[in-house]
């Protein structure tokens, strides 16, 4: 009985340790995906500072199926948007955990493109030990707006 008593106590310990070693890996999966998406927002916010509004426009609207931002080095350093989305295999990918993916889509309307853009980013990942089609996603929503916007008189302000 004392035996039986031992063996229950050891593997409900063993199975309480496994699924908390499990949650750990999972938050810090989620956080390490959480990471790199809002950095992708930050490069996206940081195209648009650095560039007219319709440089950034046209660099967006380039890729209608979605994108991730890349730093591009050259005459000067700076993010600019890449068709598709980012995984760990994607060159200069910041993406560390395994099956992981980074994609910003703006489903905004042409002509509430003149003063900003409407983006959703969506990150997504399988979770450590979990199977292919069960994958854990969050979603980001921001507005980016023409810091520079002057409509014209009798025009509506920015929607």
Known sequence: MA????????????????DAF?????????LQVASVAEEQLEALRSFRDNNDWNTFSTGVDAFPAGFHMVLQSGASTQWVPSGGAMTTSTSGSTLTVPTSTVEISSTTRVLDQLCGFDFTLIYSFVEPGDVASNRATGTIETRLADLKYDPLPGHALCP
């Open 22 to 30: 499990r949650t750990g890996q999972l938050a810090t999966a989620r």
């Open 3 to 18: 035996l039986a008593l031992l063996s229950f106590v050891l593997l409900s310990s063993t199975a309480l340790t496994a």
